[in-house]
């Protein structure tokens, strides 16, 4: 993939987003409706990250037609993951997706640890399953805070660019590798919401509309206030909260209850090569 194709990838991935809500009936996530503008240029701007770092890990397939799927990945240090992996809905089940997986793959090489945010398409759970990860099942929190459960949090302060070397320090011991120059993407599209003293460190980056998009701590109490803060800046309509906990993670299913929001099973967190992150709740583009 060059530069050249992230508009037809931008198109092609929003076609393709798997929408057989089995699960809820009614949270719209990944993506039921279309993206709006807004979010098709964060997520250019995301790709195009990727497509400038990784370029040997972002691959787009393509016939006499067009394009006709994609997929982007990323190596920091000794971790791999996959960010966005795309066939369009016709030519799916048709070896597209293991071509452009396999090639994706080859940027893994030299890395020991492996990490994909999966949805729940079951073609996508059969390739990874058969690309050796192990698949842990994940919930969502979704719905409207109830602004009366939220605690005080005099721990947690906004966070600015300096903070990005020791998020590194707790993204290494979490999940064995930093986030790197990803935080400069996360810092434009994102709230860093921060915690470091001395009974732990952490920190959020938080949807602007509320809930956590990427959380990583040293211990729960801190991620507890981390999700709390992320919770806090949430409107009154409900939405999506927070995305791929796993069973263990029970610290933001706590606070998913104390906040009265629905919880969800919904896709997968796949890992290669390491024990789950703890605590932690993946972004899914950059894990
Ligand atoms: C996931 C995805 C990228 C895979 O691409 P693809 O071109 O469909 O993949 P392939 O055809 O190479 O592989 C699909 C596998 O699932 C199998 N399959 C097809 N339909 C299936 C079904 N309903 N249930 C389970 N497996 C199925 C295929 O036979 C194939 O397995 P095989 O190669 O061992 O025979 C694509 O299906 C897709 O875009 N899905 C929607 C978006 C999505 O959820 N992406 C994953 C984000 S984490």
Known sequence: MTLDDVDAAERLTDEASYDLDVATQRVDWPTAARRSAARSALWRRRCAHLVEHDA???????????????????RRQSWW??????????????????????AALRHADGTDRAMIC???????????RLAGFAMHPTMLGWGSVDRSAIPALPRVRDGAGRDAEWCDE??????????????????????LHVVDDSAGRGYCYAWPSGGTYLLAATDTDTATDLLWASLAQA????????????AEQEWAVDVAIAARLELHGRGYLAYRGMPPAMPYLPSAHFM
């Open 81 to 102: 993951g996959l960010s966005s992996y795309f066939v369009l809905p016709q030519t799916q089940g048709t070896g597209v997706g293991r071509a452009l997986l396999d």
């Open 235 to 246: 409107s009154d309509e409900p939405d999506v909260r927070f995305v791929y906990a796993t």
């Open 118 to 128: 999966a949805s729940h398409d079951p073609k996508a759970f059969r390739r990874y």
């Open 56 to 74: 040997g890990g972002c691959w787009i397939a393509e016939d006499d037609s067009g394009p006709l799927g994609i997929a982007t990945s990323l």
């Open 170 to 191: 707790v993204d290494r011991e979490a999940r064995g590798a930093g986030h790197g120059v990803d935080h400069i993407v996360m810092r434009e599209q994102y709230d």
